[in-house]
Each structure stands twice: as C-alpha cells, then as structure tokens.
C-alpha cells in the first residue's frame, strides 16, 4: 500500500459523490483490514486513514488493541456476521456493528450496551438479494425487526448495511435498501465494495467498505 493508493480511492469517492450531486464528506471511507495483519495495517495508518473494517471479533482482538495505542483516533466497524456469545467482546472493542439481523443479537447487544455502558452504532444487515447462505434480514421482515429493535431491545439503529449477490446488478439492491432506510427514517446506509462503491455512492450510501483497492489481495 503506498499514500497514493489510498489517494486513489478517496478521489474516486470524491468525485462518485460530486457525480451524484453530493458532498464527498457525507461519504465515510472503512478501510476492510480483514484478514491482514498489523504491518499491512501501518502503512495506510500512516497514510491518514482512521476508519477500518473488520469482519471477526478474534481477529481484531488480536490486532488493534496496540495499533489503537500507536494511532489514536481509530475507528473500528464490525463488517462480519456476529455470534452472539461474542456479544461482549464486540461490545467492548468496535465503534459501529454493521450486522445486527435477528432479535437473539439485538438483546445479547442490548444487554452488552447496558452492562458495558458503551454505544456503538448499530445497523441492521438486510439480506437485499435473500440469499440462504448469507446474514441478513429479509427486505420484507425489516419493517418489523427495525420496530423490535427500538421498542422491544432499546436500541437506537443508525442505519442499514447490505452485501448485494456477486452475480447481479448491485444498483437495484441499493435503491431497495435506501427505500427502506427512507421508510424507517435511517440516515446511514453501509453499502458499496471495492467494486461497485461508486453505484453505491449514486444510490445514496453513506459509508462504503472498501478492501482490496486499499490493500490489495492477499497473496
């Protein structure tokens, strides 16, 4: 990773926002440091960035607590499905949980944020192309869940993230996921990869997930 590689990708975020009629600072870059290690991690600390996905709690256990202590400032996102027996160390360790999709997370968060009093943002993972082997709500049951998250658990919902199929067109999974985010009165819409962050920023999203355009494939 070198300063310009970064570089590279704010300004595609830039002027992806600019061609949508938006101001490139309403788009919040995570850098997706999964599955690469801390001095894979340093050069793009170094670059300036703070804001950084994750998708396994053990593994950002494992990482962060001393990249943390290096580089204040850092914000850590939890990209990745969550069990809820990991509840608390997620609790404890990410400013904002991206995958909340079903109540047995909701109240195992609930009871964490209580306990722990910490407040990460939370979105709910919807499930837009309802694929049986990913997490997520289904788009029909997110009306629903939306409702049980805030009057059964508690819980203030920040936004909606979505990871649309490999295979298909990824703009219409992000118009369903803003015309649900719009319906439920959610500002923040995680949505957009490597490959497609500038449809998702012309649909609206608020903070795209961008990996290996940062850091490249690991090898």
């Known amino acids: 990773m070198t300063h310009a590689t970064l570089s590279a990708v704010q300004s595609r975020i830039a002027a992806a926002a ?6 490139p600072a309403k788009v919040q870059l995570i850098a997706v440091s999964k599955t690469f290690d801390a001095p894979d991690i340093r050069p793009v ?9 994750e998708n396994r709690v053990q593994e950002a256990k494992g990482k962060w607590p001393a990249l943390r202590t290096a580089y204040p400032g850092v914000e850590l996102h939890l990209i990745g499905p969550l069990q809820s027996n990991k509840a608390a160390e997620a609790v404890a360790l990410f400013d904002a ?5 079903r109540p047995k997370i909701a109240a195992a968060l609930a009871a964490e944020m209580k306990k722990q009093v910490r ?7 919807v499930n837009t ?7 997520g709500i289904a788009p029909e049951a997110a009306d629903d ?14 936004g909606l993230m979505c990871i649309p199929p490999a295979e298909d067109d ?13 319906r439920n009165g959610l500002e923040r819409l995680s949505m957009g990869m490597s490959g497609d962050f500038a449809e998702a920023i012309a649909e609206g999203a608020t903070h795209v997930r961008v990996g290996s355009a940062i ?4 090898g």
């Open 45 to 53: 600390l170094d670059a300036g960035q703070r804001v950084f996905g």
């Open 129 to 135: 192309g309802r694929e049986p082997q990913k997490a």
């Open 170 to 182: 990824p703009r219409p999974h992000f118009a369903l996921l803003r015309e649900i985010a719009a």
């Open 18 to 23: 600019r061609a949508a009629g938006r101001d």
């Open 97 to 101: 949980i991206h995958t909340v999709d």
């Open 215 to 218: 850091f490249g494939h690991r």
């Open 119 to 125: 407040a990460p943002q939370l979105f709910v993972q």
């Open 145 to 158: 869940f939306l409702r049980a998250c805030r009057e059964v658990h508690g819980l203030a919902i920040a």
